[in-house]
């Protein structure tokens, strides 16, 4: 095959490029470590998890929404790229099929970053949108969080309609509006009938985290596609003194509510690369869920971060620290056990 006068071994390249590595790479998590994968289709919305990675073939199917293909087809679907974009994202962005190994652990290609002007330009939709429906500052208050904290940290509500021309207002064409990953399916908003949390670096947003307002929508949670942050360590300057660590969205947004330099994992994956962007951090206080997962994420940062690590333990009956966000003694029963937690050894 001929792309843009270069010959591409296409066998190759697949070979580089394993379709469930590029996948996961995407934010999709698989289930299973066979020659069969399920997990939530990136391009529809769905709960199910029809979205259906084949090992031996190489080939990706959805029994939702039919989309299918193999490793070069994800990539331009995800990324609203034609062919020769896709093989050059794959290949590293310089134009040829280079033979240079990946970095040693992770053969999965990081996707680029989204652009970072259209996501802010998102994030500010949605924030004003936070103020003119009340039910999603009406969800913030009954975890706990406050409208200023939501001002200070530009918290949104997505109703489902006015992105669209939001963004076409600021200047965002068509084609990128499909490639920024805040629309699903047929070009329904991602985030519909979610409050919207962004994770911002210098001023500007890197990337979105929604969380359902009402039971009945589903997934509860829904992210943008690729690589996920360290949430909020973008807001904590170069090389913060302190930073407490916790596991989920809420986690961290009662954090800050309370006045702590904070930053959340986002579940318990990845955790050499958390260890890794906390390296200038002196001090790192892990308030992780109290479940197996939690411990077990809590105990792999002790080993990866040594003496910088110190671990906060939940009263009994509490599950994480956004549980704790809803009793008025919260707040007091935390900071008593952070004060232990710090208490010189
Ligand atoms: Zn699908």
Redesign the pocket.
Known sequence: MVVAQQHVDLVALKQRHPLAEVVTAAGVQLRGQGRVRQGL?P??D?TAG??TVYGDTARFH?F??G?SGDVLDFVQRTEGLTLPQAIRRLDGGNGTVCQVAAPRGSRATPLPPRDPALLTAAARCYHRALWRYPQGRAYLATRGISAATAKRLGLGYAPGHGLRGALAGAGFAAAQQRASGLFVGRGAERFAGMVVVPAVRDRQVQWLAGRAITSDRTPRFQTLPGPKPLLGLGRLGAAPPRVVLTEGLFDWLTLVEWGLPAAAVLGTQGLDRVAAALRSCPRVVLAFDADDAGRAAAAQLTELLGQRATTITLPPGVSDVADLATRPDGRAVFRRRLATAQRPR
């Open positions: 289709c391009f529809h769905e029809s979205f959805c939702g929404c989309a």
